[in-house]
């Protein structure tokens, strides 16, 4: 299977970016699709995960009321949608397919190749 993230770029703070995952050849049991992010010298966090059933979390408390995740279903896609963007959003941003959702990076083996999002000041 492959996950192929876009929409990545430069902008300055308080603005929006509008970030897509695409899955593609991966089996019906992997349907819990994840967001997260590493910004440079740091762990990579979660930020979301939407489970094949449509349930929703977003464990990212910075995330909360700037960010929205929605399902694109023309075009197969996974859209995470920030708004309000800051500097400290700087970071690459990946998407994550599993059977569950996980906060916890180890716990996936499936990964795009991420997209760079950098927030100026």
């Known amino acids: 299977g492959q996950l192929v993230e876009s929409g990545g770029g430069l902008v300055q703070a308080g603005g929006s970016l509008r970030l897509s995952c695409v899955a593609s050849g991966f089996s019906d049991d992997y349907s819990a699709i994840h967001w997260f992010r590493q910004a440079p010298g740091k762990e990579r966090e979660a930020i979301s995960c939407t489970s094949g059933r449509g349930d929703r979390v977003i464990w990212l408390s910075a995330a909360k009321g700037r960010f929205t995740i929605s399902s694109d279903n023309t075009k197969n896609a996974q859209v995470l949608q920030m708004d309000s963007l800051k500097p400290e959003d700087t970071a690459m941003y990946y998407c994550?397919?599993?059977?569950?959702?996980?906060?916890?990076?180890?716990?996936?083996?499936?990964w795009g190749q991420g997209t760079q999002v950098t927030v100026s000041s």
């Open positions: 994550a397919l599993n059977r569950h959702c996980s906060p916890i990076s180890f716990d996936h083996r499936h």
